[in-house]
């Protein structure tokens, strides 16, 4: 994908190592569109009255995944204890989401969706490793 | 504003207090709002260059407080780790501009950002107070 | 709200009408927290299997004006070709998400949902008046 | 990525043509990233004061992106014209990014991000063809 080129580009690099940024920005985009996607199937099923948790917990994921991604994707003048934070919530969200998901594994999206969940999440753990 | 009583209207509503939620989800809100418009107003002023920080500071902030004013919105199934975290991360976003803003008052769109920015923190830790 | 502050401070003001775009700009924000929350109440309705359509709408809506919201709070370099174009969209996802949930009035969120959906609705269409 | 797999398991599939509408997706979240990059590059370069207009852009383009990946995304329930609208936005806003960025070529990130938002509208406009 191109981000990773334009990421390359700037002309201020950040310090913090960019395959870790990288992967963790690939992983925020891919685990907000397969939430979105799997409340979205969650929704359509027949027991989706049994789904209000994992429906709920991939909503709150999307949109903290988007944050996340943005927040890291941004190289000028950064700050850590921000950055820290909104990985943390990301990775939080993640955990909530696939633990909920992962109830649900008769459904081939909630275990796709678990799956790309618990990736995110080791992406934005690498981040807080990398950013101390 | 009519959130306000969409929120109310919810068929099992959450036992954590409304008072306390409403004000955080309205001062997301309006932060989001300003720091969106701080950032563009920053964007255009002749000492731009200097404001580098505030800008991204502020994009930062607005997409935390976008997430977490969602967040806090649904009270279907909640996660307290989840919405913690989130909340938690939109405190921190919020500081971090207003100390940032707070280096530019002479720019009057930085004060009234970083006077918004400290509502919506203080909203934030009203929450983390009430969640435990 | 402060946003309409931080709105009139920026160093190089629009010459489109404020309070066209501020109204446009608050209903916005309303709109998208009230169709988060009314999606979010219909998920725990005991008939939610009939609210399918509600909910969707109300999630594609929220997003809709999240972006139009942004778009047109940013004031610096304006391109009205695509500010007419997403408050267009803006103004066709609410009126989607109105008469959606006005086939569904004995939820009173679905109401009052509706309402908000129609004034952000005509908040946009006076923006698109104004900007010609 | 997975996005594309949960959203082959969803269990009303849209009769919409899958290739064009995932395309699409992928594009708009590559998009909404490379402008989220282009616009936090242009900032930090020295003659950041020639870039309002790009910056301005590519955040409206960022969030115009988000939104219609979004819509994309979700199958339950459709409603043809929301998505054509959204789409239609979305379209705009690469076109005006892809043009003001091209005017900044001596930024090898503008140069990228022009591309990604040509690509992207390219990936809007079969939507729009596939949808009628």
Redesign the interface.
Known sequence: ???R???E????PTTVDHEVLLRC??EC??CA??C???A??C????D??EL??A???A??????C??A???V???????L??MR??V??CA??C??CAE?CERHLH???CR??A??CRRCRKACDEVLAAIG
Do not use: K, N, W, Y
């Open positions: 994908m191109s981000f080129e334009v990421f580009l700037h002309p201020h920005i690939g985009l891919d569109a397969s979105t996607s799997c979205d199937a929704l359509s099923e027949h989706s009255q209000v948790a429906i709920r917990l909503l709150d994921c999307a949109d903290t988007d944050a991604g943005r927040v994707t941004r190289q000028s003048a950064p700050d204890r921000l934070a909104v943390a919530a939080t969200a955990v909530a909920e459904h081939p999206h796709v969706c799956e790309v």
